[in-house]
């Protein structure tokens, strides 16, 4: 149900769902997409879950991720349950799948260990309610309990600015009741509940422990895996908001009055060409993916230097920035507004729009590869 709604059918932003069972027991699902750029999801993934899934594809085996997502487990000390996957496929081997598992130290229980593994199929619905059981089974073992009657604390898994709503964080209750009208600190963002709405789009009138909700009524975008808390007060809430903006800047600026070794050098040689980007997209969580794939592209000739990153549609000053910086705008899952359309087009910049990120990061290559010098023989 949610690879229909992504473009090209991957996961690219991270989703929470909750189901009810026939026998009235409630499942948190937190989706991470699979993709290696998202590591970052990944780990905030594991941190705010009390069990992992791994989903291995019968046919295609362990990958590089897959065995990132056990080290991710591992840190966060979170039990663990192998779903192999795919297995309606001709080509499906679950016991390769096993296999490959004992070589990162899993063992599953059909080889003497402790992890449960069950063969699914999330085409034909195979064995899907027998994983729903393994759940719900663990999560009786582990005594999963949380407080309703406090004040709601939680975890933003994801952030977003839209048109007539404004910053919207996907928030996950982990103690107490949140309710429409509680006052909150998430970050350095602050705010009140004007509304709480679930992931099948209902309005609420309070959240309970381990429920997901998109909560309405941030001043502006938190950053996803920041603390979300309820405070007594306005005032309260302005007083940590200050302290933590504070602490923020105080950060930043430590940080760029250190420069590597690299950057000296290059600066003393000035050799090193830069392709400047300015970066937009829908959400918190692929916006930090794309910087992080971006970063990795720098080579000691070229560098990608992102000059802007922001959540929200392309506007006019976005534009200006690249103007004066001769920078490439790159808008994921967003589009340029009419009059910053007209301000590219006016200053002959171009501004490229995707929704895939591996088409972002290949289309990045090939430009940084034109700006490599040429070699010369004699």
């Known amino acids: 149900d949610v690879v229909a709604g992504e473009a090209g059918g991957i996961t690219q932003h991270i989703g929470a769902y909750q189901v009810t069972m026939p026998s009235g027991a409630k499942i948190t699902f937190i989706d991470t997409p699979g993709h290696a750029a998202?590591?970052?999801?990944?780990?905030?993934?594991?941190?705010?879950?009390?069990?992992?899934?791994?989903?291995?594809?019968?046919?295609?085996?362990?990958?590089?991720?897959?065995?990132?997502?056990?080290?991710?487990?591992?840190?966060?000390n979170v039990p663990m349950i192998v779903a192999i996957n795919k297995i309606d496929k001709p080509n499906a081997n679950p016991e390769r799948v096993r296999s490959m598992l004992l070589q990162q130290e899993v063992v599953v229980e059909a080889l003497g260990g402790e992890v449960m593994s069950?063969?699914?199929?999330?085409?034909?619905?195979?064995?899907?309610d027998k994983l729903e059981e393994a759940i719900l089974l663990q999560a009786e073992l582990l005594g999963l309990r949380a407080n309703?009657?406090?004040?709601a604390n939680g975890v933003v898994i994801e952030a977003k600015l839209e048109r007539g709503r404004g910053a919207v964080a996907t928030v996950l209750v982990q103690r107490g009741t949140l309710k429409t009208g509680d006052i909150f600190v998430a970050g350095t963002q602050s705010g009140r509940v004007r509304a709480l709405v679930d992931d099948k789009g209902k309005n609420l009138k309070e959240a309970l422990p381990s429920q997901p909700?998109?909560?309405?009524?941030?001043?502006?975008?938190?950053?996803?895996?920041?603390?979300?808390?309820?405070?007594?007060?306005?005032?309260?809430?302005?007083?940590?908001?200050?302290f933590r903006t504070q602490r923020q800047k105080n950060i930043v600026?430590?940080?760029?009055?250190?420069?590597?070794?690299?950057?000296?050098?290059?600066?003393?040689?000035?050799?090193?060409?830069?392709?400047?980007?300015?970066?937009?997209s829908d959400v918190q969580g692929s916006l930090e993916a794309i910087m992080n794939?971006?970063?990795?592209?720098?080579?000691?000739?070229?560098?990608?230097?992102?000059?802007?990153?922001g959540v929200?549609?392309?506007?006019?000053?976005?534009?200006?920035?690249?103007?004066?910086?001769?920078?490439?705008?790159?808008?994921?899952?967003?589009?340029?507004?009419?009059?910053?359309?007209?301000?590219?087009?006016?200053?002959?910049?171009?501004?490229?729009?995707?929704?895939?990120?591996?088409?972002?990061?290949?289309?990045?290559?090939?430009?940084?590869?034109?700006?490599?010098?040429?070699?010369?023989?004699?």
């Not at 069990?51 to 591992?74: F, K, S, W, Y």
């Not at 006019?316 to 590219?344: C, M, W, Y």
């Open 38 to 76: 998202f590591t970052e999801m990944r780990a905030r993934g594991a941190n705010v879950t009390d069990l992992v899934i791994l989903l291995v594809a019968a046919d295609d085996g362990m990958m590089e991720q897959t065995v990132e997502a056990i080290h991710h487990a591992r840190a966060a």
């Open 118 to 128: 069950l063969e699914v199929s999330a085409k034909t619905g195979a064995n899907i």
């Open 148 to 151: 309703p009657n406090r004040a």
């Open 213 to 242: 909700v998109e909560v309405i009524g941030f001043t502006g975008a938190p950053s996803p895996g920041d603390d979300f808390i309820v405070v007594e007060s306005e005032s309260q809430a302005r007083a940590i908001n200050e």
């Open 253 to 280: 600026s430590a940080a760029s009055g250190r420069a590597t070794f690299e950057q000296r050098l290059t600066q003393a040689y000035g050799d090193k060409k830069e392709l400047a980007v300015v970066v937009k």
């Open 293 to 309: 794939s971006l970063t990795k592209l720098s080579t000691h000739e070229v560098a990608v230097k992102v000059l802007h990153t």
């Open 312 to 378: 929200g549609a392309i506007n006019e000053s976005d534009v200006t920035l690249a103007k004066a910086s001769h920078a490439l705008i790159i808008g994921f899952n967003v589009r340029a507004n009419p009059q910053a359309r007209e301000v590219a087009r006016q200053n002959g910049l171009e501004i490229r729009y995707y929704s895939i990120i591996y088409n972002v990061i290949d289309d990045m290559k090939a430009i940084m590869g034109g700006l490599l010098s040429p070699t010369l023989h004699e």
